[in-house]
């Protein structure tokens, strides 16, 4: 039988090839804010036992990941930006090949990997690796500041899923206070974000290139 | 009530935005002595932490409270004159921002529960940021992309890898909080692959906020584009807590007796970083990128110690305690420059010695001290690292050590002649008055002091906190 978990954790999954896929900003911050949504409801159906304290606090979660940190961005970039491409360094279907193969790799790896509750669903670790390397991978092969940023959040989202199904030690003021570093981080971004557009007039980081040696 | 000691620069901090320059920069010093005063209560053991699963005070912690107390309080003093002499725009933000990042500072050291040492590492980066972007600058917007995007990535590593330590707990079935002094008790029994990953992740983490190379990019353009006395808190503290997280990974570490995996990559990435620092300081145009570099051939040398263990690791305290002393008298003394030549570069400055007098003692006094001259700390820290190295057996590597710690010496002592003594017909621009230049002296007698005389009660701190790390004579 296939296991809830699995079917949601398989849209995380492609979540990552659509956003390897993107050339625009606008669908490529939805699938972020779909993604986010999508890990946030995974500790529901995992099985520990959901008190209303872990209830209110996945829903919480649920807002900031999902709807609060994309709108951030979106506001960012509403005025200026909104219509940019996101300048590849790797090319789309390139990407989306790349996305394949981290998919694959990380399901490989994960194999050989033991760790507890993998009982619970086999796809947990693929995708969390996965999710991992597709933030590494929108970092580097993108020069658009804020897919740049996009890539940090998808990276965060991996570690969200690492954190919430491996280990049910952190209380959920820890995880809090962890979500609110992680916001107040994006929304530092995002300011930046509006900086760079204004004195630039542009969100290409080959712009940001003056300091060096 | 120990909690007390990051309120009260938090609940000033969030004021100061708020508050005209006039109230904010009297705050700004108030908050110092308030804090020091503080710190010398804790340090005095009369504090107990109201939340003991989160906080708690170890004696690493305590060295770098009292560092960050007294640097801070000293920086104050100077701000207030530099602010002064030069031209911020929203100057509420900057003291805003200053006392939301000691806030921070003070909380990583406090912390003793893993992710809340993270939240709070993770929260000087935030408190931090707007403080290089004061000059609104296109650059300084650059340094602030970069050290946001890359310290916030870097970080990222840090919480996976401290997932991964409590993932170390769950495989060797072990129950315990997950605080560094409840898992330092317990480490025997954690799986020691998911520690290793764990510890691998953490230093990759940690060490780009700590500036280690090759994750240090971020570090000149931060340190350059920040006004003076930020940089000076950057490289005087800042790093300093991110070596603390390393500092209590290794801990457990030791204690599951893992020594052997952390050590070697721990003096790689401090070789790496020292011959890093070799290779641009030697051609350097700019004397604040300059002594960036500086700092990040100091904490790969605290890394390099710590790897070592047994001498090298006290040697790396000492080296930690007075490079943050010294490194931020250089900072505050290159602001002195920098207001009275108007010009980051060391082509444009000249004959400090008869322009500035007060500034050139500071600098030559800064100088001395960093590049390692005997009667300062640094010379023992590094002496006592390089003893441990030889008896430890790794003489390749303290050559290579020794060799990079030369470079690094004939290039920094090269640019601070020309800056002492070349000719220059500029105008300087400011006068040194004396809030411009005691801070630093204070801070370098600090630290010669400490070389001479050190009270018994930091000396038991020092050895009680390295004990953990395998240090010691």
């Known amino acids: ?213 | 009530m120990l909690e007390i000691v990051f309120l009260i620069p938090f609940l000033t901090g969030t004021a100061a935005f708020f508050l005209p320059h006039a109230i904010g920069r009297p705050l700004l010093v108030l908050t110092g002595a308030v804090h020091l005063i503080l710190s010398v209560i804790v340090w005095a053991g009369h504090l107990a932490p109201i939340f003991p699963a989160y906080f708690a005070v170890t004696p690493e912690g305590l060295l770098s409270l009292l560092v960050i107390s007294l640097l801070f309080f000293l920086i104050s003093i100077y701000t207030i004159a530099y602010l002064k002499a030069s031209d911020i725009h929203s100057e509420n933000i900057f003291t805003g921002s200053m006392l939301l990042f000691l806030s921070t500072m003070t909380m990583v050291t406090l912390s003793d529960h893993i992710m809340v040492m993270w939240i709070a590492i993770e929260a000087t980066t935030l408190a931090s940021a707007p403080l290089i972007y004061t000059h609104r600058s296109a650059a300084s917007l650059e340094a602030t992309w970069k050290y946001v995007l890359i310290c916030s990535v870097g970080i990222a590593m840090a919480l996976l890898g401290s997932v991964l330590v409590t993932v170390a707990m769950d495989v060797g079935k072990v129950d315990a909080p997950i605080s560094f002094s409840a898992m330092t008790g317990v480490a025997e029994r954690m799986d020691p692959m998911w520690l290793k990953a764990g510890f691998v992740f953490i230093l990759v983490g940690y060490g780009t906020k700590m500036g280690l190379a090759p994750m240090h990019t971020w570090l000149p353009d931060a340190h350059s584009e920040a006004p003076s006395p930020a940089s000076a808190l950057l490289s005087g503290v800042l790093l300093n807590c991110a070596y603390l997280g390393i500092f209590k990974t290794n801990t457990i570490m030791h204690a599951a007796g893992l020594a052997d995996f952390s050590g070697p990559i721990l003096i790689v990435f401090g070789l790496v970083s020292i011959m890093a620092a070799a290779t641009f300081i030697l051609k350097q145009s700019e004397y604040k990128r300059m002594l960036a570099y500086s700092s990040i051939e100091n904490m790969g040398i605290i890394a390099f110690g710590t790897g070592i263990g047994g001498l090298g690791a006290y040697g790396a305290i000492i080296c930690l305690i007075h490079h943050s002393l010294i490194k931020s008298s250089l900072f505050l003394t290159a602001g002195n420059i920098l207001l009275g030549f108007g010009s980051r570069l060391i082509d444009q400055t000249g004959n400090l010695v008869g322009r500035m007098p007060k500034t050139f003692v500071a600098f030559l006094g800064g100088f001395a001290g960093i590049s390692g001259f005997p009667p300062f700390g640094i010379f023992i820290g590094e002496l006592l690292i390089i003893m441990g190295a030889f008896r430890t057996g790794n003489h390749v590597s303290v050559g290579l050590f020794i060799f990079s710690l030369c470079a690094i010496f004939a290039g920094f002592a090269n640019n601070a002649m020309k800056i002492s003594f070349d000719t220059s017909d500029a105008d300087i621009r400011i006068k040194e008055t004396s809030s411009l230049v005691w801070p630093q002296y204070i801070l370098l007698l600090t630290s010669l002091v400490l070389c001479f005389w050190m009270p018994d009660s930091l000396y038991q701190t020092i050895i009680h906190a390295v004990n953990a790390i395998g240090g010691g004579f």
């Open chain 1, 1 to 213: 039988m296939i296991h809830p978990v699995d079917t949601i954790l398989s849209l995380a999954l492609l979540s990552i090839l659509f956003s390897f896929g993107s050339s625009r900003l606008p669908p490529l911050i939805k699938v972020l804010a779909f993604q986010g949504v999508v890990v946030c409801i995974v500790p529901l159906f995992i099985g520990h036992d959901m008190s209303t304290g872990s209830l209110v606090f996945t829903l919480a979660t649920l807002a900031i990941r999902g709807i609060i940190i994309p709108g951030c961005i979106y506001l960012a970039i509403k005025r200026v930006a909104i219509e940019r491409e996101v300048e590849p360094i790797v090319g789309y279907h390139a990407s989306i090949l790349a996305g394949l193969l981290l998919i694959v790799g990380a399901t490989v790896a994960s194999h050989h990997i033991d760790v507890p509750y993998s009982s619970v669903s086999a796809l947990l670790l693929p995708t969390a690796i996965s999710l991992l390397g597709a933030g590494m991978f929108l970092l580097m092969a993108r020069r658009n500041a804020i897919a740049m940023v996009l890539g940090y959040i998808m990276m965060e989202n991996g570690i969200y899923l690492v954190g919430t199904t491996f280990s049910v030690r952190a209380r959920h003021i820890v995880e809090f206070g962890i979500l609110l570093d992680v916001l107040a981080g994006v929304m530092i971004m995002a300011v930046i974000l509006q900086n760079i557009t204004r004195t630039f007039d542009d969100v290409d980081t080959a712009r940001l290139r003056t300091l060096k040696e």
